[in-house]
């Protein structure tokens, strides 16, 4: 495996730093190294920044968004449920409580949602 | 059915976000429409979980219930666990043994605490015992929203009225949203 191979390189190389001369072994260890720290560190680079966290001031922090969870107790014939879909047609009209993530609004190329959509 | 531009449906199927729905109904007269609504929203890619004749309660195990077959036009809104509920005894039935299921801890094991977990309760009375239940079991952990459609005609079947105002004062306190709520029906 070149990991491992490239670790042995880099720890025999390092003491031996100063005295040794450069040659091309050394300079394309140095190099591979390089491009391999580089590509660890961009796997570890968040673009999402308000992915990282999200913060509900009554939970605490949790490093990810978790589900939208409706439970209708009492649920009849799930008229409640055409309410909280919006249904044009439902029996009566209630604005229910969603989440900030959870708005039409914010669908689109670099929004919340679409994040939410590359983790399904 | 037709979805509207902007609904939370045409939201929940265009991105297939997901959004978990549970319903619950203790009356068996709505089975086959749970049924019926669970494989509507099925094909729309929206995932509803159905506990027909199924009550809300403290514990876990069967409790009896008590059909309403008077008014039909409402639904049977009278159909509850209380077997003294005037159109329970208009009804003249002697009640049915269903599965219970303690709500309090039942959102504790199928809910997490970064979940946005909203619940409607329209329990025809049995909210009185359940919000206090709901303290003891310190749900706001996981509850977010709690609307309450309350039923103080029922405060005649010994409801502690006191005690279940404590218990809601004391969810707001912790952060749980309990805004007015009431069904046209």
Redesign the interface.
């Known amino acids: 495996m070149p990991i491992p191979w490239i670790c042995v390189r880099i720890f025999t190389f390092i003491p031996f730093a100063p005295v040794m001369a450069l040659n091309k072994s050394n300079i394309i260890s140095i190099v591979f190294f390089a491009v391999s720290a580089l590509l660890l560190l961009a796997t570890f680079y968040n673009h999402k920044p308000f992915r990282d966290h999200?913060q509900?001031?009554?939970?605490?922090v949790?490093p990810?968004?978790?589900?939208?969870?409706?439970?209708?107790?009492?649920?009849?014939?799930?008229?409640?449920?055409e309410?909280?879909?919006?249904?044009?047609?439902s029996?009566?009209v209630?604005d229910?409580?969603?989440?900030d993530w959870?708005?039409?609004e914010e669908?689109g190329e670099d929004c919340t949602?679409c994040l939410?959509?590359e983790d399904? | 059915m037709p979805v509207e531009r902007g609904s939370l449906t045409e939201l929940f199927t265009d991105l297939s976000l997901s959004v978990e729905i549970f319903l619950f109904e203790a009356n068996p007269t709505f089975n086959t429409a749970l049924v019926e609504a669970k494989e509507r929203y099925d094909e729309k890619g929206i995932k509803v979980n159905i506990y027909p004749s199924t009550v809300a309660d403290l514990k876990d195990g069967t409790r009896t219930f008590y059909l309403d077959n008077v008014n039909s036009g409402n639904d049977f809104w009278g159909s509850s666990t209380h077997a003294n509920h005037p159109d329970v005894v208009k009804s003249h039935t002697n009640g049915t043994e269903l599965t219970a299921i303690n709500v309090a801890r039942w959102l504790l094991m199928n809910t997490l605490p970064r979940d946005f977990v909203v619940v409607k309760m329209d329990i025809e009375g049995s909210e009185y015992e359940i919000i206090p239940h709901m303290v003891e079991m310190k749900i706001w952990t996981v509850l977010d929203h709690l609307l309450v459609e309350w039923h103080p005609s029922t405060l005649s079947e010994g409801y502690d009225v006191e005690q279940v105002n404590a218990a809601s004062e004391i969810l707001e306190a912790r952060g749980v949203n309990m805004p007015k709520y009431d069904s046209a029906a």
Request: aromatic share 18%; hydrophobic share 40%; proline share 6%.
């Open positions: 999200f509900d001031p009554k939970k605490g949790y990810h968004k978790g589900r939208y969870i409706f439970v209708d107790l009492g649920a009849n014939r799930a008229d409640s449920l309410v909280f879909l919006g249904h044009e047609n029996k009566f209630f229910f409580p969603k989440p959870a708005t039409h669908a949602l939410l959509r399904l």
